[in-house]
């Protein structure tokens, strides 16, 4: 079956970095999304591997194994305005009705 | 440059009443999706569309219909609404890059409550 988790909550401190991880199973693999979505606000693109390793963009980082099923989302230097639920999101599928497939979300909350 | 825009933003309808949601994209995408987003269940995809005049069925089709008659719209309908299908309906678009999904842009959601 396709399946993918990531932690339900996670807290962490403003200024200090979190890891956020995702594993997931599917019926062919073209790719990793991740996702950020405030409350009650849509989900907005962070980041996608492909690839194996690590994908740096500003304070944003997305790491993948393809060997392992897993990934991980790392933000540093948290700020407040980071917090929010993030999506881990699967491209599957053997042909061309790919679909992505999401997690449930992790919703991070940011203590000052 | 609009991106991906949802109508109406809010609805409640009583059980029984039929409704249709409308999405519009004016990025030239291939695909679209519609989702329900509920509390604790994170984004299920109803129905979605590789290309104007197809839609296949998503993790949770029943109760739905689509359609996708111009390449820019894709339309969700209930034909008879249920309290169960009070959610956030979240659109989305997106590229299709060598036969594989690219990055999906989603609408602001519609927010529905069946009574």
């Known amino acids: 079956g396709q399946n993918i988790d990531q932690p339900t909550e996670m807290t962490a401190t403003e200024g200090a970095i979190v890891q956020i991880n995702c594993t997931y199973q599917t019926s062919g693999f073209n790719g990793l999304f991740w996702y950020q979505q405030h409350a009650g606000e849509a989900p907005t693109f962070l980041s996608y591997?492909?690839?194996?390793g690590l994908e740096e963009k500003g304070r944003f980082s997305s790491f993948l194994s393809r060997s392992k099923g897993y990934s991980y989302l790392l933000l540093k230097e948290l700020q407040m305005k980071d917090s929010a639920s993030y999506l881990c999101a699967a491209v599957g599928g053997m042909n061309r009705d790919d679909k992505i497939i999401f997690g449930k979300g992790t919703r991070l909350h940011i203590l000052p | 440059n609009a991106g991906v825009t949802q109508t109406p933003k809010f609805r409640v309808l009583k059980t029984g009443q039929s409704m249709t949601l409308l999405c519009a994209q004016d990025?030239?995408?291939?695909?679209m999706y519609w989702y329900r987003q509920d509390p604790g269940m994170g984004l299920r995809l109803i129905h979605y569309?590789?290309?104007?005049?197809?839609?296949a069925k998503g993790e949770v089709p029943d109760g739905y219909n689509v359609s996708r008659l111009k390449k820019q719209n894709f339309l969700l309908g209930l034909e008879s609404a249920a309290p169960s299908q009070t959610s956030v309906y979240f659109c989305a678009s997106s590229y299709e890059v060598a036969g594989v999904v690219d990055t999906q842009y989603f609408g602001p959601g519609t927010r529905l409550t069946v009574l």
């Open positions: 591997n492909v690839l194996d």
């Open positions: 569309s590789v290309g104007e005049g197809t839609t």
């Open positions: 990025m030239n995408h291939e695909y």
